[in-house]
T-cell receptor, first 115, second 112 residues
Framework: DAEITQSPRHKITETGRQVTLACHQT?????MFWYRQDLGHGLRLIHY???????NKGEVSDGYSVSRSNTEDLPLTLESAASSQTSVYFC??????????????FGPGTRLTVL | GQSLEQPSEVTAVEGAIVQINCTYQ??????LSWYQQHDGGAPTFLSY????GLEETGRFSSFLSRSDSYGYLLLQELQMKDSASYFC?????????????FGTGTRLLVSP
C-alpha cells in the first residue's frame, strides 16, 4: 500500500545544531508540503514543492530549507536549530494543486525538541 | 493576508448533532476543506467545498457560503471516536501558488 513516512519520529537536539527531518512518500504525488504544529497556531506551512527541483517558501520559512531531487522525498533542514523550533512537524503530499479536492495525505509527524 | 476563525472547543453527548463553524478572510478563495486530527495522530482529510451548498459524506456534512465567507462541518449521530480536533482550511491563491491555510482548530469532546 502507498504511504507517507517520516523519520525520525522523535528527535532531541541542541541549539545551533543542524537537523534534517526526512519525508518519503510512495503515492507518486508531485506535491509535497511541510507544516509545523504548535498549540494555539494550528498547522502552519513551512515550505512546499510542486515537483522535482521546485521549492517554495511558506508562511514560516525562516530558519528552514528544503530540496526536492526526486518525486518521493522532501527533506526539511533546520540550518541552526533554535528553541523556538521545538514543535511537531508534519509532512504531507497531494495529487491536485494544494490537495483541495482529494485532500492532502499527512505523515505521522516528527516531534522535535530543541534544548 | 488570510485569516480563519473557528471555536476553540465544542462539547456534545453521544448521539447528538454538532456544528463547527469557520469564517475566513482570504485574498483569493478557491474552496474550504475540513480535516480531523485525533490526539497524537496525523490530520486526515474529511471534505472539500468549492461551491455554495451542503456536501454529505455519511455522518459528516460540510456547508459553504461564499458570499458570507462562512462554512461549517456538521457531525451527526456523534460517537465517542469523533472526539478529536477539527480544522478548516482554505485553498488560497496567495502569491500565485495555490496552498492551504489552516485554522487553529476546534477541539470536540464527546461525552457518554
Amino acid at each position: 500500500d502507498a504511504e507517507i513516512t517520516q523519520s525520525p519520529r522523535h528527535k532531541i537536539t541542541e541549539t545551533g545544531r543542524q537537523v534534517t527531518l526526512a519525508c518519503h512518500q510512495t503515492w507518486n504525488h508531485n506535491n509535497m508540503f511541510w507544516y509545523r504544529q504548535d498549540l494555539g497556531h494550528g498547522l502552519r506551512l513551512i515550505h512546499y514543492s510542486y515537483g522535482v527541483q521546485d521549492t517554495n517558501k511558506g508562511e514560516v520559512s525562516d530558519g528552514y530549507s528544503v530540496s526536492r531531487s526526486n518525486t518521493e522525498d522532501l527533506p526539511l533542514t533546520l540550518e541552526s536549530a533554535a528553541s523556538s523550533q521545538t514543535s511537531v512537524y508534519f509532512c504531507a503530499s497531494s495529487v491536485g494543486l494544494a490537495g483541495a479536492t482529494s485532500g492532502q495525505y499527512f505523515g505521522p509527524g516528527t516531534r522535535l525538541t530543541v534544548l | 493576508g488570510q485569516s480563519l476563525e473557528q471555536p476553540s472547543e465544542v462539547t456534545a453527548v453521544e448521539g447528538a448533532i454538532v456544528q463547527i463553524n469557520c469564517t475566513y478572510q482570504t485574498s483569493g478563495f478557491y474552496g474550504l476543506s475540513w480535516y480531523q486530527q485525533h490526539d497524537g495522530g496525523a490530520p486526515t482529510f474529511l471534505s472539500y467545498n468549492a461551491l455554495d451548498g451542503l456536501e454529505e459524506t455519511g455522518r459528516f456534512s460540510s456547508f459553504l457560503s461564499r458570499s458570507d465567507s462562512y462554512g461549517y462541518l456538521l457531525l451527526q449521530e456523534l460517537q465517542m471516536k469523533d472526539s478529536a480536533s477539527y480544522f478548516c482550511a482554505v485553498r488560497d491563491r496567495g502569491t500565485g501558488f495555490q496552498k492551504l491555510v489552516f485554522g487553529t482548530g476546534t477541539r470536540l469532546l464527546v461525552s457518554p
